[in-house]
């Protein structure tokens, strides 16, 4: 029986997408209701799918019915299901609050977002490295024309810059792919671990270049520094329900580097063997580090919750990069926390911002914004749950990845990094909320506040809070159901961890025997 | 469950005050929950009191060590009665202290919040359970301190307590993990059953430390002592709260819980002991200058808190009894003196010592009670804090004590208890002997009956305890140090008389000193003021987190300078070395070991050709439409090399997709400046051409380290099954559209994006194209040359038919849907070239947008199809049919595959082409919207 | 810019253009490079439903008056000159004195107005000895042509006038 | 023959590479597409040089070239192709919004 | 026969593209280079016919039509942008 | 195969490639603009129509059929290449009628 719903993630908003082309011509709540159907249904699916996942075995799903790995194999394992589900959940609600004026400041806004939604879906689900690439474009293209959405000349120059790193990017992708190709002679990722398991010494130097060239690539989508100077900028002056949305599109990267550097370049891989087990940790400690200065350094809450996305990849890869099966857990623990936080901090500063009529998501003093109480609150609860201050996720997320690194040659650095950037935080979110909140102008204190002292300060409507709120509530959600998620992460990184499962799933046992016997057994 | 209700009601029905309107009901729903607390609380006091420990344990995240877990330790119900008890008057008084214009249902909510948090850390079982509940009181304290909202003093204060507890919460969090790590379990019973594990492990002194670190600024010792006096920004209630039983306490109530599992080494001794006494010493001393009775009563605190510390740093046994008992004495008269502090400021509008005076005529209650409190506060026998205090002298002579500690901490002992009864005498005297003040703000009288409650009750459990110790607090500080200690458990009595002792004599000492000093305090006035510029602690953090945060935009700005250039040569640098690494470190060969082929002089001149067309292209980049025709000679000779190189197809698309990218190039160029200035430094030229010959050789190397080598590829199964499986002889052909047909889905979808953005780009855009040439020459007024006209007129359909030919043969010869679609396009460009968009888009009236979504949808629907015969996606099927006089023919799915293709291609360039034509011509843009096309073309045509 | 006007050429809705449907049937044999029954069908179909499709985009189509002449012409006249004269223009460019050639234009008065006829007959010129055709002028009176090496003007404008404009005048009968 | 093809394979890169280092958008996306088609040549390339080989089964040919990595330059080609068209369009557009043609939006010609 | 006339034949075009490089290179106007381009894609043409004669095979013929559909396009685009800077209007 | 369609082929081929080349022979050699226009419209265009007929020849007896496809490929070259050339006539002379006596700085660039 072929499980029709692996590829429901993809062909879904494809079809919904294109039906929204359809439409371009008509009133646009039409086409609100086509994306938002889409990304409930999405929803969905995606939840059945990580059901399934949670007991059942990996899934795959062969396009055209062709035998593995000749034809384009989608899989669907523990982690690729989880993130599925936490880029539906954030999809729908990035939406449903672009819904409410967003989408109508530039051109085709709905078809695009579910464009993205597929190209990040496919990205996820993929098991073909080519495909990935085709995925990542589709991604990225979309992110192209959500990022320059609504005009601007911030907002276009640092789309632009956006724009160029990654069309360079992708070039080189194509590079690495090409030599993976030209050396091993296959696309699929699980034959290219056990091709590479088998390649003979010589060929050694160059897998491994190609692996680290993909990771040039890798790094720059994840934010990894020193290529992660796009960010800030891009994230900060694009729409804030694109912003959300984007909390999802480093963790992209971050999902393809412990997908192909766990599969492809595993520790069973001969030759490719534990290729990024010396770089990745100190790389993520700096970005780690540089998003810390950055998240103290900014003076706009729009850009330390930029910077805070650097950090939560820093962070992220830092715990990803002991390459050991428990730290991958708590890495799968952290990253829908810090994802859905991030984006509900972007959608909790617009609400401040659009309420702060001459001082926006600044930090200076400015007249008090409309509603005090419920946006203090909204803040409050993201700052708690990102500084990583209990009882929300972030404490649960936090303790479970220093637990678990401790043993790792790395843990020192990454505790202190994690504790000191958590301890930055904390004092940057504090500082903001007190000047956001209790650091008032009255209306007539300053030459620009009088200019602007009457116009009206916009009140949200509960259907401009919702989301934001949405977002934050899943916060002790994951705390409280926290037995449930860890025992979950385990699992998932035990699928990770052990290409074995993985390429048993792609291509049969028989296939999957070298790297098994490389491996010394299970 | 009981167990757990106990921190949790508060915490839960924090919002219940919140909800009323109503002064009282907010006053009243807060107590209730309070007191339904106390009452369970109570209930657990059969067991307590027998030695009995009851515990709640339920598993929350295992995997973390995480549990649900409480217990009710005979140290924890002591700390849980405080914490509630003085929180129940703490309400009542709040109830006539918040003043109308305040929002009173907002404080309440505060401080049930907070409340929950302090009894979650006194009764967690869990270390990672105390650890949340005592964030939680970081966060809450926060909230509490910055009350008053429009105050700076208030939102510093906030600021500095979230930060200094909150930070020291993180190196606690490194703590406990460490120790639950070493221990085996973060279960309370079990870590602290785990001494000798701990003592004996090399993490011992980092666990030690970072735990250390968290209670100590919790409590405000040395060096963090600084936060807490700016923390009386709060209301008062807030403070008797914080400074009394909570908050502040939560730092030597934790230090006490780990007496156990951490106490006991010579490690432990000298930091504990050390920091209590300098905070002891040095917070006394403050205090003597405070004027405001507030601050004055927070340095207290801070000493008081020494004090506790400094015993805890001790160990012995009789010194934890010492700190038990003093820890309730003090929460005791501290609470009672901030509430009278609050009613002081209430009544005459003004919390400083210098401008209040001579109250006790107008305030007598309120005079009696302080003095009570300030008996308390300065160890005077009677009060409740001389037995405690003694208790305390005594331990510091304890005889185990040696070197320089024998002296050293019996005369910091006391020289702070002479500091704290000057500043006792001062605050007592100060305010309410002397002549009665004139200009005070209002006119001083009694507070409310409601106010003075709960003072009264607090100073009455001191004059009580203070006379009859053994009946009112022994059973109390019995279970408590018990609970710590354990077996360890000496035997004490506790009474107002133990007959004539050195502590005795060090306390008489005290009380003497105490007096001359205050006596002669102008003089020590005088010299503190010189001193005190060196003892802020404010404006050093302050200007630490100013320098962090000027730091941090240091960085930032280094890093992150805006200038895509940088970015770009970081990241192709960063590419090319970590792709040169593994060359660099291992010493496999480059090259293989395949022969090279045999180069031919036609091969060899046009890859001189590409590469003179390639450097001329950058030498000419200035003059941008040279650049432009030089690329051209590039994409030609691509274009050869595919064909050169066996991959018909390739050469196919390779040259219509260059002609449409120059077609776009040069549309563009019309806008843009027709050259390039130069403006880059020649480092930089020199810089970039470095590394683009770098890459480049990069580059080639890596393509001749493939070329060399043999490998072994899944293709042979295309080769084999395309006939067969695929129904194709052009096996790039089927690969496009069934083998890979996913990735050609995805390709025309990046199509469709494509065309999208730039439509979204364009639309509403507008720029005036210059009048002239780059030369300043006026453009020919000749826009649609009459014979291009004529000509374009009769290539469009043998175009199309050539198309149509492409598209068709595609699965079994070079061609295919893609490139008939840019056959289709450029020859439809090439009308609007000819004639232009007003003329040419009425006659191909399509909504592009809508071609686009049709290719899109033909090529799913051709996918899905196979659903319905339970295949996967894109599963193709061919069938040849025979038909008479036609012959033998061929029907694939493929086709309709392709045939999506096409129009996706047909649309999305048509869009672009449009769009990007429409930028400078109104005519234009107002044709291109779809709604007009067909009365154009109506109006035209008539 | 041409108006656009009612085909004058018979026809209908369904067949709008059966000259053009025969030539492009003729070359989808050529394309496919068989002749069969199937493809014969296929070319007509394509024939036939091109028409359809960019009728709009040719509004004023050339009236052949005598075809037989146009064949003539083309296959005759025109393939003979192309020939001659570029051997003619080889022998020009290979010439060891390039300096000698006497390049100049010529401003040819033209006797017809119609657009085609004018397009066909500069694209002749261009393909026959050694000129191009470089600009019709606005009011389509002259037709400016480059020659590579004129001795004559005269008899050079004398020859294209009666060689090539004659004819096509004749065949498209204007 | 190698070493022309891998010649030409590296000039491309390096012409790219300069021209995407530049300051104004015209040339950057000049350079962007020098480097698409050496990176299609790459791609290509992967699948190793075959003279006289083309992919189309017939009866008389036994040897074929590698079809896979031409099916993948063709999605190559078409994706690089979709991106080009999409930044010469932003290039017009930031020459809209930022009045310059500057990467970084900046006005004047910083001096040299 | 053939096996003399097929290199003579691409020494000859081969020798055509160098002078069209030539004249790309060397300019002076626009013009000149739009014509020697032009040219060189008119001559690649001539090459995949050459191309197909050699190997005896078939599918180079779409690769030469295309070039000559695409090389028109290319020319007319690039003349009328130095004529009227819009391409399309 | 037949000698005499061999000699055929071959000589269409030659004279093709001949014609060609004498077309850009002409492109070099000659003086100005209007002049090297010439080369390449008459010329190359029929060398390629010659290159067209030997092919034609060529499968015609090599192939399963008879071969006229390749007559299509001069067929477009004998429409468009006159066309390609009378655009860059007019071009020329719009360009030359509005000579400008001050050249900008760009022009440099432009002529080498
Ligand atoms: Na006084
Ligand atoms: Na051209």
Redesign the interface.
Same mark, same amino acid.
């Given at each position: 029986m072929i499980n029709h719903l692996i590829v429901g993630p993809l062909l879904l908003p494809l079809f919904m997408g294109t039906m929204i082309i359809l439409n371009t011509n008509q009133p646009i709540a039409r086409r609100r209701i086509l994306g938002l159907f889409s990304c409930l249904a999405v929803l969905v699916i995606t939840i059945i799918l990580l059901f399934q996942s949670v007991d059942g075995p990996i899934q795959t799903y062969v396009l055209g019915d062709w035998p593995t790995p000749f034809g384009i194999v989608m899989v669907l394992d523990r982690l690729s299901a989880m993130m599925l589900c936490i880029t539906a959940l954030l999809a729908l609600i990035c939406l449903a609050y672009a819904a409410r004026g967003t989408d109508r400041q530039g051109k085709n806004f709905h078809a695009l977002f579910q464009f993205q939604l597929l190209g990040i879906n496919g990205a996820f689900l993929t098991g073909d490295i080519f495909n990935l690439f085709v995925f990542f474009e589709i991604m990225l293209l979309s992110s192209y024309g959500l990022v320059l959405h609504g005009g601007g000349g911030l907002r276009t120059r640092a789309g632009m810059h956006y724009v160029m790193l990654n069309l360079v990017g992708s070039s080189i992708f194509l590079v690495g792919v090409g030599i993976l190709y030209a050396v091993l002679g296959t696309l699929n990722m699980a034959d290219l671990a056990v091709r590479m398991a088998q390649a003979p010494a010589e060929n050694a130097a160059l897998l491994q270049a190609a692996g680290l060239i993909l990771f040039a690539v890798f790094a720059l989508k994840a934010a990894l520094l020193p290529l992660c100077f796009w960010l800030p900028d891009a994230y900060g002056f694009t729409s804030a329900p694109v912003a959300a949305l984007f909390a999802i599109m480093t963790k992209v990267g971050v999902y393809v580097i412990l997908r192909v550097y766990c599969l492809i370049f595993s520790n069973f891989a001969g030759v490719g063997a534990g290729l990024l087990n010396t770089w990745l940790l100190p790389a993520a400690l700096i970005t780690l580090a540089a998003g810390a200065a950055g998240v103290a350094g900014s003076r706009d809450l729009r850009r330390i919750t930029a910077y805070l996305v650097i950090m939560s990849v820093g962070t992220l890869l830092a715990v990803i990069g002991t390459f050991q099966r428990e730290a991958i857990a708590a890495a799968i623990v952290y990253l829908p926390h810090t994802t859905f936080m991030t984006a509900a901090m972007f959608l909790v500063a617009d609400l401040i911002g659009r309420q702060r009529p001459d001082a926006g998501t600044g930090l200076v003093p400015d007249r008090p914004v409309g509603q005090p109480t419920l946006l203090g609150l909204l803040f409050l609860t993201a700052a708690v749950a990102i500084g990583g201050l209990p009882p929300l996720s972030g404490f649960v997320a936090k303790v479970m990845m220093l637990t678990t690194v401790k043993d790792s040659a790395g843990a020192p650095w990454i505790w202190g990094l994690v504790l000191g950037g958590g301890l930055l935080t904390l004092i940057a979110l504090g500082r903001t909320g007190s000047v956001i909140f209790w650091k008032l102008l009255p209306a007539d204190d300053t030459e620009t506040a009088r200019k602007t002292a009457h116009a009206p300060v916009p009140v949200h409507a509960p259907a401009d809070v919702f989301p934001a709120a949405v977002l934050l509530v899943i916060s002790p959600l994951l705390v409280i159901f926290g037995g449930m998620i860890t025992e979950f992460a385990f699992a998932a990184a035990d699928h990770v961890i052990n290409p074995v499962h993985y390429i048993e799933a792609v291509l049969g046992p028989d296939r999957s025997l070298p790297l098994l016997l490389s491996s010394g057994g299970e | 469950m009981t167990l757990a209700l106990i921190p949790l009601l508060p915490l839960l029905g924090a919002f219940i005050p919140c909800i009323f309107h109503n002064r009282n009901l907010n006053a009243v729903s807060a107590g209730l929950i309070a007191a339904i607390s106390l009452i369970l609380l109570l209930l657990q006091v059969p067991q307590v009191f027998t030695g009995d420990m009851p515990v709640y344990t339920r598993d929350w995240i295992p995997a973390i060590g995480l549990s649900f877990a409480f217990r009710v330790s005979g140290f924890g119900f002591l700390f849980a009665l405080l914490v509630l008890g003085i929180g129940l008057l703490i309400v009542l008084y709040a109830r006539y202290y918040i003043a109308k214009e305040d929002p009173m249902g907002r404080f309440y909510t505060y401080l049930l919040f907070f409340m929950g948090s302090m009894l979650g850390i006194v009764l967690s079982e869990n270390l990672l359970l105390l650890m949340v509940f005592w964030e939680l009181t970081s966060i809450s304290s926060f909230l509490l301190i910055g009350f008053w909202r429009h105050r700076a003093d208030a939102r510093q204060g906030a600021f500095m307590a979230l930060v200094i507890t909150g930070g020291g919460g993180f190196a606690m969090l490194a703590g406990f993990i460490l120790l639950g790590h070493i221990a085996g379990s973060f279960e309370l019973t079990a870590v602290l059953a785990a001494k000798e594990t701990v003592h004996a492990h090399p993490l011992y002194p980092v666990t030690l430390i970072l735990i250390l670190a968290g209670a100590f600024t919790k409590s405000a010792q040395f060096p963090f002592q600084f936060w807490l006096p700016h923390a009386m920004a709060a209301p008062t209630p807030v403070s008797a709260f914080l400074h009394s039983a909570t908050m502040v306490k939560a730092g030597v109530f934790l230090l006490a819980l780990m007496v156990p599992v951490l106490g006991g080494s010579t490690l432990w001794f000298t930091i504990v002991t050390t920091t209590g006494l300098i905070t002891l010493v040095f917070a006394a001393y403050m205090a003597m200058f405070k004027d405001d009775l507030k601050g004055l009563l927070a340095y207290s605190t801070v000493s008081h808190l020494g004090l506790i510390t400094l015993l805890l740093g001790i160990g012995t046994p009789m010194a934890v009894v010492a700190a038990v008992f003093h820890i309730f004495n003090h929460a005791a008269f501290k609470a009672g003196l901030f509430l009278l502090a609050g009613i002081i400021d209430h009544e005459t509008g003004t919390r400083d010592i210098q401008r209040l005076s001579g109250l006790k005529k107008a305030m007598p209650v309120t005079a009696v009670l302080t003095l009570i409190g300030c008996g308390g506060m300065a160890g005077v026998p009677l009060f409740n804090g001389f037995l405690s205090k003694e208790m305390f002298l005594a331990e510091t002579l304890a005889p185990g004590l040696t070197g320089a500690w024998s002296w050293i901490l019996p005369v910091g002992a006391v020289l702070a208890a002479v500091f704290a009864v000057a500043y006792s005498i001062r605050m007592l005297v100060g305010v309410f002997w002397g002549k009665p003040a004139q200009d005070l703000p209002r006119s001083p009288h009694e507070p409310p009956v409601g106010m003075t409650l709960s003072p009264a009750f607090l100073m009455a459990v001191c004059v009580l305890v203070g006379i009859f110790p053994a009946f009112f607090a022994g059973p109390l500080v019995h279970a408590g140090a018990g609970a710590i200690l354990g077996p360890d458990m000496p035997a004490f009595h506790m009474a107002v008389w133990h007959g004539f002792n050195m502590a005795l004599v060090l306390s008489m000492v005290a009380l003497a000193g105490g007096a001359v000093f205050y006596r002669y305090r102008h003089r020590l006035f005088d010299a503190h003021v010189w001193c005190s510029r060196y003892l802020d602690g404010k404006t050093l953090f302050e200007s630490l987190v100013s320098r962090m945060v000027q730091a941090g935009n240091h960085v930032i700005r280094f890093l992150e300078n805006g200038s895509l250039q940088r970015y770009l040569f970081v990241f192709i640098s960063a590419t090319l070395v970590l792709g040169a690494i593994p060359f660099a470190v291992s010493k496999t060969p480059l090259l293989g070991t395949v022969a090279a082929t045999p180069l031919d002089p036609v091969t060899l001149i046009m890859g001189l050709i590409l590469i003179i067309g390639a450097v001329a292209t950058v030498k000419t980049h200035r003059n941008r439409i040279l650049s432009i025709i030089m690329l051209s000679t590039v994409g030609l000779v691509v274009a050869l090399a595919f064909t050169r190189f066996s991959a018909p197809d390739l050469a196919l698309t390779q040259i219509s997709v260059e002609v449409v990218t120059i077609i776009l190039l040069m549309m563009a160029l019309h806008l843009l400046p027709p050259t390039t200035p130069k403006e880059s430094s020649k480092a930089r030229r020199r810089r970039d051409g470095l590394l683009a010959v770098l890459a480049g050789g990069g580059a080639a190397a890596l393509a001749m380290a493939i070329l060399t080598r043999p490998y072994d590829t899944i293709s042979d199964f295309f080769l084999a099954y395309s006939v067969p499986g695929g129904g194709g002889t052009n096996v790039v052909n089927v690969i496009l559209v069934d083998f890979r047909g996913f990735d050609t889905m995805g390709e025309i979808t990046v199509l469709a994006i494509a065309g999208l953005i730039i439509y979204a780009l364009l639309h509403g855009f507008e720029r005036h194209a210059p009048d002239t040439d780059e030369m300043g020459r006026p453009w020919t007024k000749d826009r649609f040359p009459m014979i291009l006209v004529n000509i374009t007129r009769p290539l469009l359909p043998l175009a199309l038919l050539f198309s149509a030919y492409i598209f068709l043969r595609g699965h079994n010869d070079p061609g295919g849907g893609f490139i008939a679609g840019l056959i289709t396009a450029t020859v439809l460009t090439l009308q609007y070239i000819a004639s232009g968009i007003v003329w040419t888009r009425p006659r191909f009236h399509f909504d592009n947008h809508v071609i686009m979504a049709l290719g899109l949808i033909l090529a799913l629907g051709t996918g899905l199809t196979s659903w319905a015969l339970n295949y996967p996606f894109l599963t193709s099927t061919y069938e040849y049919f025979k038909l008479p006089l036609i012959g033998k023919f061929e029907i694939a799915s493929a086709m309709a595959f392709d045939m999506g293709v096409f129009l996706v291609v047909v649309g999305s360039v048509m869009l672009m082409l449009v769009k990007l034509g429409s930028i400078n011509s109104e005519d234009a843009r107002t044709v291109s919207t779809s709604v007009l096309v067909e009365e154009n073309l109506e109006k035209e045509t008539h | 810019m041409p108006a656009y006007r009612k085909s004058p050429i018979p026809g209908n809705r369904w067949l709008p253009h059966p000259l053009m449907t025969l030539v492009l049937v003729i070359i989808w044999l050529l394309l496919v490079n068989t002749i069969t029954f199937g493809h014969l069908l296929l070319g007509t179909l394509l024939g036939i439903a091109i028409p359809w499709f960019t009728n709009r985009f040719w509004p004023e189509r050339p009236k052949i008056a005598k075809p037989f002449l146009l064949f003539r012409f083309f296959c005759i006249t025109f393939l003979t000159d192309v020939i001659v004269a570029n051997i003619t223009v080889v022998r020009l460019f290979l010439q060891p004195d390039i300096s000698r050639l006497r390049p100049r234009f010529l401003e040819i008065p033209l006797d017809t107005q119609d657009p085609m006829v004018i397009t066909i007959l500069a694209s002749v010129i261009s393909l026959t000895p050694g000129t191009v055709s470089a600009e019709v002028s606005d009011d389509r009176q002259t037709l400016i042509v480059h020659g590579l090496d004129v001795a004559d003007e005269a008899l050079a404008i004398q020859t294209i006038k009666t060689r090539y404009e004659a004819p096509l005048k004749e065949i498209f009968s204007c | 023959m190698e070493w022309l093809v891998s010649a030409c394979f590296g000039v491309m890169i390096a012409c790219g590479v300069y021209l995407v280092l530049r300051a104004r958008t015209f040339p950057v996306i000049l350079g962007l597409t020098l480097m698409g088609y050496a990176v299609n040549l790459f791609l290509f390339l992967t699948g190793r040089l075959h003279t006289n080989l083309p992919d189309i089964i017939s009866g008389s040919q036994t040897q074929y070239a590698d079809p896979l990595p031409q099916a993948l330059v063709l999605t190559a080609i078409v994706i690089g192709f979709a991106m080009i068209a999409f930044v010469v369009v932003l290039s017009l557009r930031a020459l809209g919004e930022l009045d310059t043609d500057h990467v970084d939006g900046h006005k004047e010609n910083p001096p040299s | 026969m053939l096996s003399i006339a097929i290199p003579v034949a691409f020494a000859l075009l081969t020798a055509a593209q160098l002078l069209n490089l030539y004249r790309l290179l060397k300019g002076p106007t626009l013009l000149d280079r739009i014509l020697a381009l032009d040219t060189m894609y008119i001559d690649a043409i001539a090459m995949f016919i050459l191309t197909g004669v050699y190997f005896r095979s078939a599918v180079y013929f779409e690769a030469a039509l295309i070039i000559a559909v695409m090389g028109f396009i290319g020319t007319v685009a690039t003349s009328k942008f130095l004529m009227r800077g819009d391409i399309l209007e | 195969m037949i !000698?005499f369609i061999? +000699?055929l082929?071959? #000589?269409f +081929?030659?004279v093709?490639? !001949? #014609? =060609?080349?004498?077309? $850009?022979?002409?492109?070099?050699?000659?003086?100005? #603009? &209007? $002049?090297?226009? %010439?080369?390449? @419209?008459?010329? @190359? @265009?029929?060398?390629?129509g010659s290159?067209?007929i =030997? $092919?034609a020849i060529?499968?015609s007896f *090599?192939?399963p059929?008879? $071969?006229? %496809?390749?007559?299509?490929?001069t067929l &477009?070259? !004998?429409? @468009?290449?006159?066309?390609? =050339? *009378?655009? +860059?006539?007019? =071009?020329? +002379? %719009?360009?030359r009628l *509005?000579?400008?006596p001050t050249?900008?700085?760009?022009?440099q %660039?432009?002529?080498?």
């Open positions: - | - | - | - | - | !000698f061999e +000699l082929v071959s #000589f +081929l030659v093709g490639a !001949f #014609f =060609a080349m004498a077309g $850009s022979i002409g492109s070099y050699r000659l003086p100005d #603009f &209007f $002049s090297r226009l %010439h080369g390449p @419209t008459k010329s @190359t @265009t029929l060398g390629v290159m067209a =030997a $092919s060529y499968f *090599h192939g059929g008879i $071969s006229f %496809h390749e007559v299509l490929i &477009f070259l !004998f429409i @468009t290449a006159p066309v390609s =050339a *009378h655009f +860059l006539a007019k =071009a020329a +002379l %719009h360009q *509005h000579q400008n050249e900008p700085k760009t022009r %660039h432009t002529a080498d």
